[in-house]
């Protein structure tokens, strides 16, 4: 009972910013954050608001101190601006940003397009780089910034270049934000996922046509990315930055 009442407590106060809030592991993370007392900004697409602000109502219903929806193109600067002036306006402070928002496409390299190539890039890449942005202008010494990127960035298969190539960039955003963020009193580290139970994973080609086979022992769910992204983002990592954590379930070191 004491530990659950002390991890309930972690986020107490604090604000955290969820992207891809929607589904998934953003949805499940969250969840997450309102079980350890966070007020919470959830942001996705306006065409996923209706699924956004399910996921808000069982936040509140989780515990969370409050929590908003916003409307947000992450891919778009302007408004990942607005998001964060949101933000602002609401509750005066940023805690935390955790960067989920992503999507996949499966082609080879060749037959993607220019335009494919740039909207994947700033889906998964610039999407993060935008709110990290807007992270470091405002928050306070004590801030923590979570970013999701993927085993693909260290080993990855074929027809998912501008995803792996995206997540790997992040994971290099994530060493440099660490870095300048230490002078701020700014922690930034990263997860990688394996392969978790997700949309995303279940739309992939290879998953649907049985190609591809992933043991029952490697196929995470969402809630346990979540729980390495609140502990990074918790006082309890405060030791902790510039770290890619790997949470696959040993499906890397055995590609």
């Not at 992040?170 to 990688?192: D, F, M, P, Q």
Request: aromatic share 6%.
């Amino acid at each position: 009972m004491v530990d659950v009442e002390l991890k309930r407590g972690r986020f107490q106060d604090k604000v955290a910013i969820v992207t891809g809030a929607a589904g998934g592991i953003g949805a499940a993370t969250a969840r997450r954050f309102a079980r350890e007392g966070a007020a919470l900004v959830l942001v996705d697409l306006p065409a996923a608001a209706g699924q956004r602000d399910a996921v808000m109502d069982a936040c509140k219903a989780d515990g969370a101190a409050e929590a908003i929806g916003l409307d947000c193109d992450v891919s778009r600067e302007e408004d990942v601006a607005a998001a964060a002036k949101a933000a602002m306006a609401r509750f005066g402070r940023i805690d935390v940003v955790v960067n989920v928002a992503g999507s996949m496409a499966f082609k080879l390299i060749q037959d993607f397009s220019g335009d494919e190539w740039r909207r994947l890039m700033d889906i998964n890449f610039m999407g993060a780089v935008f709110f990290t942005q807007a992270a470091l202008r405002v928050m306070k010494p004590g801030g923590a910034i979570v970013n999701i990127s993927s085993i693909h960035a260290f080993q990855t298969t074929a027809r998912v270049a501008p995803y792996a190539a995206a997540k790997a960039a992040l994971a290099s955003l994530t060493r440099s934000t660490a870095i300048e963020g230490k002078a701020l009193g700014i922690r930034a580290n990263a997860v990688a996922p394996g392969a978790i139970d997700t949309q995303m994973f279940w739309t992939s080609p290879t998953i649907a046509s049985g190609e591809e086979k992933v043991p029952e022992s490697m196929l995470g769910k969402p809630e346990s990315i979540a729980a390495v992204a609140a502990f990074l983002a918790s006082d309890d990592a405060a030791f902790i930055t510039g770290s890619i954590v790997t949470a696959d379930g040993g499906r890397l070191s055995a590609l």
